[in-house]
């Protein structure tokens, strides 16, 4: 059974930083593509950021990219996202997510989500 665990969301103040982790069982983790979305109150959940199986690749949202860092321990089975600069825009539920079939495929696999709330 797959299982994506995420932590890490929190209230912050806008400017400030906050680092979101995610952590996966019940498959190969080093195999697949893993990327983070969010959803917002009231609007579609939207991508954030994405990297490879490999973590040679990494992909991100025009809104994110300069101030996301997305990475992966693939000896930890865990994918993380480093989030600087955070705007009001920013608050959302994130969602780690796992691609069984590559980066240009829809996740298969959910985690719960965790909550980040921007001030301002």
């Known amino acids: 059974q797959v299982r994506l665990v995420e932590s890490g969301g929190g209230l912050v103040q806008a400017g400030g930083s906050l680092r979101l982790s995610c952590v996966a069982s019940?498959?190969?983790?080093?195999?697949?593509?893993m990327s983070w979305f969010r959803q917002a109150p009231g609007k579609e959940r939207e991508f954030v950021s994405g990297?490879?199986?490999?973590?040679?690749?990494?992909y991100y949202a025009n809104s994110t990219r300069g101030r996301f860092n997305i990475s992966r321990d693939n000896a930890q089975n865990t994918v993380c996202l480093q989030m600087s600069s955070l705007k009001p825009e920013d608050t959302a539920v994130y969602y780690c997510s796992i691609s069984l079939n590559g980066p240009a495929s829809l996740p298969d696999y959910w985690g719960q989500g965790t909550q980040v709330t921007v001030s301002s």
């Open positions: 990297i490879n199986w490999s973590g040679t690749k990494t």
């Open positions: 019940g498959l190969t983790f080093s195999r697949y593509m």
